[in-house]
């Protein structure tokens, strides 16, 4: 079992960074691969990043690649995401997940946490 908690959204100017926190707790954390999600208002949920279990992989959307940057530290039980660059259009609640598959779809990730909202806005 595993239990994940977000951290770390807010409100931020266009252009500004923000970095999300993913704590978890469980001892299968650390050979889970880890993925953030988001949901806007209205929308359906979106993939952003994932990494493996070693932080040997990485993968983007093709809308935050080089602008997010996904990381862990496992004798931290923690994944990040550092955001920059934001735009507007990154409005949205931050989800990080967990699972044994590094993927894109959110199908195959088993463990959710409740989420972190994030607001772009001047």
């Known amino acids: 079992q595993v239990q994940l908690v977000e951290s770390g959204g807010g409100l931020v100017q266009p252009g500004g960074s923000l970095r999300l926190s993913c704590v978890a707790s469980?001892?299968?954390?650390?050979?889970?691969?880890v993925g953030w999600f988001r949901q806007a208002p209205g929308k359906g949920r979106e993939f952003v990043a994932t990494?493996?279990?070693?932080?040997?992989?990485?993968d983007y959307a093709d809308s935050v690649k080089g602008r997010f940057t996904i990381s862990r530290d496992n004798a931290k039980n923690t994944v990040y995401l550092q955001m920059t660059s934001l735009e507007p259009e990154d409005t949205a609640v931050y989800s990080c997940?967990?699972?044994?598959?590094?993927?894109?779809?959110?199908?195959?990730?088993?463990?959710w946490g409740q989420g972190t909202q994030v607001t772009v806005s001047s």
């Open positions: 997940t967990a699972g044994r598959s590094f993927t894109t779809r959110a199908i195959f990730y088993n463990y």
């Open positions: 469980g001892r299968l954390f650390s050979n889970a691969c």
């Open positions: 990494i493996d279990w070693d932080g040997s992989r990485t």
